[in-house]
T-cell receptor, first 113, second 115 residues
C-alpha cells in the first residue's frame, strides 16, 4: 500500500516555466514532509521540508505548499532551469527525522531550453 | 567532511550467493538508515540502527536480510542467498541525531544486480 501518492510520473517544462509536483497522504500522524532531489547515479538529496504547522515554505526558487485538511502538499519550482532536471521525491514521516520515511514514487522532471 | 560513503557502488551476484553492502556514515553521525529503491519506484525504508542497536527493522524482509552497525566500522546490510528480486539500489543515510528537523544525508547507493 502506497502511503504517499505522487503525481505526475514525469513532467516536461520549458526553461523559465513553473514546475508543479503534487503529493497526497492518508496517515494524519505524519508530521514531517520533505522533498528530495535525485540525479542519475546519485543518492537523494534533501531539497526542502515542511511541518504541518505552516502552509507554505519557500527557499529560493523552491516552494512547498501544504494543505493539512486535504492531506496534500506540493512542490513548486519557479523559473525552472535545465539544471533542475532530475527525479523529485516527496516523503512523509511520523517523526521529524529520517526514521521510516515513506517516499512517493517520484517525478522525473525534464526542463528543456 | 566526507559524505555518507557506500561501497561497493555496483555489485553483481549470482543467485544463491551472499551480498554485503557497506555504509560509513558522515563523521559524527551515529544514526544509520537503509532504504531500497526498486526500478521506477520510490525508496522504501528497511531498517534504522544506532551504534550496536537495531532501533526499527519494520521494513526488513523477515528472511535472508540482516543489518548491523558495530561499535567500530561501517554499517553492513547483508543479504543471504540472493534472488533476482533483490536486484535494486540500496541507499544508506545517516544523521547526527533523530527528532525535529533532523536532516538525513544519503549516500550514492549500491546497485545490486542478481544474475
Amino acid at each position: 500500500q502506497q502511503q504517499v501518492k505522487q503525481s505526475p510520473q514525469s513532467l516536461i517544462v520549458q526553461k523559465g516555466g513553473i514546475s508543479i509536483i503534487n503529493c497526497a497522504y492518508e496517515n494524519t500522524a505524519f508530521d514531517y514532509f520533505p522533498w528530495y532531489q535525485q540525479f542519475p547515479g546519485k543518492g537523494p538529496a534533501l531539497l526542502i521540508a515542511i511541518r504541518p504547522d505552516v502552509s507554505e515554505k519557500k527557499e529560493g526558487r523552491f516552494t512547498i505548499s501544504f494543505n493539512k485538511s486535504a492531506k496534500q502538499f506540493s512542490l513548486h519550482i519557479m523559473d525552472s532551469q535545465p539544471g533542475d532536471s532530475a527525479t523529485y521525491f516527496c516523503a512523509a514521516s511520523r517523526q521529524t527525522g529520517a526514521n521510516n520515511l515513506f517516499f512517493g514514487t517520484g517525478t522525473r522532471l525534464t526542463v528543456i531550453p | 567532511n566526507a559524505g555518507v560513503m557506500q561501497n561497493p557502488r555496483h555489485l553483481v551476484r549470482r543467485r544463491g550467493q551472499e551480498a554485503r553492502l557497506r555504509c560509513s556514515p558522515m563523521k559524527g553521525h551515529s544514526h544509520v538508515y537503509w532504504y531500497r529503491q526498486l526500478p521506477e519506484e520510490g525508496l522504501k525504508f528497511m531498517v534504522y540502527l544506532q551504534k550496536e542497536n537495531i532501533i526499527d527493522e519494520s521494513g526488513m524482509p523477515k528472511e535472508r536480510f540482516s543489518a548491523e552497525f558495530p561499535k567500530e566500522g561501517p554499517s553492513i546490510l547483508r543479504i543471504q542467498q540472493v534472488v533476482r528480486g533483490d536486484s535494486a539500489a540500496y541507499f544508506c543515510a545517516s544523521s547526527p541525531q533523530t527528532g525535529a528537523d533532523t536532516e538525513a544525508f544519503f549516500g550514492q547507493g549500491t546497485r545490486l544486480t542478481v544474475v
